[in-house]
């Protein structure tokens, strides 16, 4: 009988997961998949704009943007799910989120193909991550949003951005670029 219990424990703790998805996604394509970012984490939407390249990054981090003062790392969505690289279109831009890291939250660019538009996915629209094994690593994505006959992949940015090594990207560019941590530079 305890057994019984907890399987409607976790039954019910799923269902509660997945009714707390359900709300406003920014939807995006990359490639010809469409994503969605819960739209509380978007802060802004912006064309590609010069990006300057920071030595020893990830093949992914594109670089910094300066956003009216504001030093913005930026990720490349596509090479960070290891796409095929695209050259940018009329239709690129950098979606601007707020991404939980260590020390609280800090503004990421993710660049991506086009973004397609804000939807309200509701709780019957999502389904839970499908297992694909040990082989695959699926714990960016909350679930899946099944809207009009289409599938959207919807991911925890935060998860996708904390794998970036978000704290590393922001203390060089908190210390101006250069590599050096702010400590370094109080130090210098």
Not at 7 to 12: I, L, N, S, Y
Not at 111 to 133: C, H, K, M, Q, Y
Not at 157 to 169: A, F, G, P
């Amino acid at each position: 009988m305890a057994e019984t219990s907890t399987k409607h424990e976790a039954v019910a703790g799923c269902e509660t997961a997945l009714e707390n998805l359900a709300g406003k996604y920014l939807t995006f394509r990359l490639s010809q998949e469409e994503y969605g970012i819960q739209i509380l984490k978007v802060h802004q939407i912006i064309g590609v704009c010069e990006i300057t390249a920071v030595p020893n990054t990830p093949h992914y981090v594109r670089g910094i943007i300066n956003l009216r003062g504001s030093i913005i790392p930026v990720i490349d969505l596509r090479l960070k799910f290891s796409m095929e690289p695209k050259e940018n279109t009329d239709e690129t831009c950098i979606i601007v989120v707020d991404a939980g890291a260590q020390g609280g939250s800090i503004s990421m660019g993710v660049l991506v193909d086009a973004v397609s538009e804000v939807l309200e996915i509701v709780r019957s629209e999502i389904e839970e991550t499908p297992n694909f094994g040990s082989a695959v690593n699926a714990e960016y994505i909350l679930g899946i949003g099944k809207v009009k006959d289409t599938v959207k992949i919807l991911l925890d940015i935060d998860k996708v951005l904390e794998t970036c090594d978000i704290s590393t990207i922001d203390m060089e560019t908190s210390a101006g670029g250069n590599g050096e941590t702010e400590e370094e530079t109080q130090t210098a």
